[in-house]
């Protein structure tokens, strides 16, 4: 079982950037995939960015160039780095973690918000 705390929303200008991360705890060696989604009022749940345990990266066509994903090696914890932040990016952000213990398992963070206005 697997247990995600994302942490590091907030309210930035437009331009300006935010740091989110999530942290991992529970049956961490058996995931496969973790990354990021967001959803916000009114839309679908969508994926942003995501890292595979082979690193492997991928972004949503909206994000690519201004956020990054990456793990952060000393600690348990996945990080998004988000640049060049547009009102667009406003939503709540949610970590996601994918493992396979026989069958896909799917677990989810609580949700950070972002709120990208001047």
């Known amino acids: 079982q697997v247990q995600l705390v994302e942490s590091g929303g907030g309210l930035v200008q437009p331009g300006g950037s935010l740091r989110l991360s999530c942290a991992a705890s529970?049956?961490?060696?058996?995931?496969?995939?973790m990354g990021w989604y967001r959803q916000a009022p009114g839309k679908q749940r969508e994926l942003v960015a995501e890292?595979?345990?082979?690193?492997?990266?991928n972004y949503a066509d909206s994000v690519k160039g201004r956020f990054t994903i990456y793990r952060d090696g000393a600690k348990n914890t996945v990080i998004l780095q988000m640049n060049s932040l547009k009102p667009e990016d406003t939503a709540v952000y949610y970590c996601?973690?994918?493992?396979?213990?026989?069958?896909?398992?799917?677990?989810w963070g609580q949700g950070t918000q972002v709120t990208v206005s001047s």
């Open positions: 996601n973690g994918v493992l396979y213990a026989g069958v896909k398992m799917t677990y």
């Open positions: 890292i595979t345990s082979g690193g492997s990266t």
């Open positions: 529970g049956s961490i060696f058996s995931l496969y995939a």
